[in-house]
């Protein structure tokens, strides 16, 4: 083999190395984003809602308290075209916060349900973690 041919040889060993480099590490995020997917739980309004209700508002309130209490939780309003908040995601540390998020967003949502949800809502999508 000539020094050429080396030159060559080398020079895709060295690419299919950092190509398995690349699939390897890629492998690594999906499984992350995956995982953490998973962990996610989500609580839908039986109708969308108005950011600006004033169950919502509380909801709001509890959240912050809660996370507060347990700083690792992460939650966010999901909204549709128009502004109305459709669900909450969130993703609790342990089975405790997960009761006291459940119980106050159920509450929060049954009783701004029942009342007209208003397009455009003054509120960005609020995350909250």
């Given at each position: 083999?000539n020094?050429?041919?080396e030159?060559?040889?080398?020079?895709?060993?060295n690419l299919?190395?950092?190509l398995?480099?690349?699939?390897r590490?890629?492998r690594?995020?999906?499984?992350?984003?995956?995982?953490?997917?998973?962990?996610?739980?989500?609580i839908?309004?039986?109708?969308?809602?108005?950011?600006?209700?004033r169950?919502?508002?509380?909801?709001?309130r509890?959240?912050?308290?809660?996370?507060a209490?347990?700083p690792?939780?992460?939650?966010?309003?999901?909204?549709?075209?128009?502004g109305l908040?459709?669900?909450?995601?969130?993703r609790?540390?342990?089975?405790e916060?997960?009761?006291?998020?459940?119980?106050?967003?159920?509450?929060?949502f049954?009783?701004?349900?029942?009342?007209p949800?208003?397009?455009?809502?003054l509120t960005?999508?609020?995350k909250g973690?």
């Amino acid at each position: 083999m000539n020094s050429v041919d080396e030159a060559i040889l080398k020079a895709v060993l060295n690419l299919l190395d950092g190509l398995e480099s690349a699939v390897r590490r890629a492998r690594e995020e999906i499984a992350r984003v995956v995982e953490e997917s998973l962990q996610w739980r989500v609580i839908q309004a039986p109708k969308p809602v108005s950011a600006e209700d004033r169950a919502i508002r509380w909801l709001e309130r509890k959240l912050s308290r809660i996370k507060a209490e347990h700083p690792s939780l992460k939650y966010e309003f999901t909204k549709d075209s128009e502004g109305l908040i459709t669900a909450l995601r969130y993703r609790p540390e342990n089975e405790e916060t997960d009761e006291d998020v459940k119980a106050v967003a159920e509450w929060a949502f049954q009783k701004a349900s029942q009342r007209p949800a208003v397009p455009g809502s003054l509120t960005p999508n609020f995350k909250g973690g």
